[in-house]
C-alpha cells in the first residue's frame, strides 16, 4: 500500500466527493508521538482493503490544509488524526494511540 499525498484543498474537496471509502491521516512531522502513530499503522495496513485509497497529510508542509479538512469534515484539528470517509462523511476520528489498523477495521466490519 502507499500513502497519496494531500497538497492541495482541491484534493480534500475531491475525497469529500468521492463515493465509496477513503482513508485521510493528518500527520506532524516533528512529533515524535505522530511518527510511531504512523508507523505502526503502516506495520498493519496489509489487513486494510486493498481498493481503499489512503491520503497522507503533513501538517508541518500544508498548515492551512488542515484547516480545511475540519471545516469540510466537521471535526477538530488533531495531530496525529486519522478520518474514515464514505460518501463524503466522516464516519471515524481517531487521534493518537487510537488510531490503529483494528479500530479502522472494526468500523469496516458493520
Not at 31 to 60: G, N
Amino acid at each position: 500500500m502507499e500513502w497519496i499525498a494531500i497538497e492541495s484543498v482541491n484534493q480534500v474537496r475531491d475525497i469529500r466527493e468521492q463515493q465509496g471509502l477513503s482513508l485521510l491521516f493528518k500527520h506532524s512531522t516533528r512529533c515524535s508521538i505522530s511518527a510511531m502513530v504512523k508507523r505502526r499503522f503502516e506495520k498493519d495496513w496489509e489487513q486494510l482493503p486493498a481498493d481503499l485509497p489512503l491520503y497522507y497529510l503533513d501538517l508541518i508542509a500544508f498548515r492551512e490544509i488542515s484547516s480545511e479538512v475540519a471545516n469540510i469534515f466537521f471535526v477538530h484539528h488533531e495531530s496525529p488524526q486519522l478520518l474514515l470517509i464514505e460518501n463524503g462523511e466522516c464516519i471515524l476520528d481517531l487521534s493518537h494511540g487510537d488510531v490503529t489498523v483494528e479500530e479502522v477495521l472494526s468500523v469496516l466490519a458493520n
